[in-house]
């Protein structure tokens, strides 16, 4: 049974950081596509990083702020978020697939989901 686990919301003020952490559970995220999308009250779920074995590929509005760390050994894959800005509030979810992923593959692609965490970013 696979299981994506969230972990590492919080509240933070503008151009702050944040460390998000999925933990997976029958899903080895070294072989398969993992992504972080979030979803702003009101809107879309949107992926924002994306990482396929070692390819690494993120969306424009966080590239540079943005950073995926994958842990083979403990199967998680972290999003670490710097210079944080209003508008990157909202729920975080961890979501995986078997096949291939890139930046802005869109969430019905992706089979496996966590619950979310809550990001604030106060201006």
């Known amino acids: 049974q696979v299981q994506l686990q969230e972990s590492g919301g919080g509240s933070v003020p503008t151009g702050g950081s944040l460390r998000l952490s999925c933990a997976a559970s029958?899903?080895?995220?070294?072989?398969?596509?993992v992504a972080w999308f979030r979803q702003a009250p009101g809107k879309d779920r949107d992926g924002v990083a994306f990482?396929?074995?070692?390819?690494?590929t993120y969306v424009d509005s966080v590239k540079g702020r943005f950073t995926l760390h994958r842990d083979t050994a403990k199967n998680t894959l972290d999003l670490h978020m710097a210079s944080l800005k209003p508008e990157d509030s909202g729920m975080y979810y961890c979501?995986?697939?078997?096949?291939?992923?890139?930046?802005?593959?869109?969430?019905?692609?992706?089979?496996?989901w966590g619950q979310g965490t809550q990001v604030n970013v106060s201006s």
């Open positions: 979501a995986g697939r078997i096949g291939s992923c890139y930046a802005a593959l869109p969430e019905p692609y992706f089979v496996y």
């Open positions: 029958g899903f080895d995220v070294a072989t398969k596509c």
């Open positions: 990482m396929y074995h070692d390819d690494t």
